[in-house]
């Protein structure tokens, strides 16, 4: 019983590490960090989920100097916003405009996988 009780406080305790790690204290409305809009929006372009096809694409190569940009929530913004447009122009989307798509919690950045 103790065992479990264990378990279970480590597992509860990992869960909520994460989620603060992940959580965006900023005041930006974009959650996750720059790289991860970024990679969303070059996956969309490069049409594919590999993250390393992705990392080694000529978008994410010319998207370098926004990495380095202080303020991130700008980059955050710029990208969530590519990402919207791309995919309203693709159809991929049912958002009326981009503005509705930026709202869209849904539209997430890139996550890797395990």
């Known amino acids: 019983m103790k065992r479990i009780f264990i378990v279970i406080v480590v597992t509860a305790s990992l ?3 994460t989620q603060a790690e992940s959580a965006d204290t900023s005041g930006c409305l974009y959650p996750a960090k720059p790289i991860n809009w970024i990679m969303k929006y070059c996956s969309l372009v490069a049409e594919t989920d590999d993250e390393i096809a992705i990392q080694e694409s000529q978008c994410v190569k010319r998207a370098q100097a926004d ?7 700008a ?27 930026l ?7 890139f996550v890797a996988s395990d």
């Open 15 to 17: 869960a909520i590490w």
């Open 75 to 101: 980059v955050k913004t710029k990208f969530k916003t590519k990402t919207c447009t791309l995919l309203l122009s693709k159809k991929y989307t049912d958002h009326k405009s981009v503005a509705d798509c």
């Open 67 to 73: 990495l380095k940009s202080k303020d991130q929530c």
């Open 103 to 109: 709202k869209d919690k849904d539209v997430e950045p």
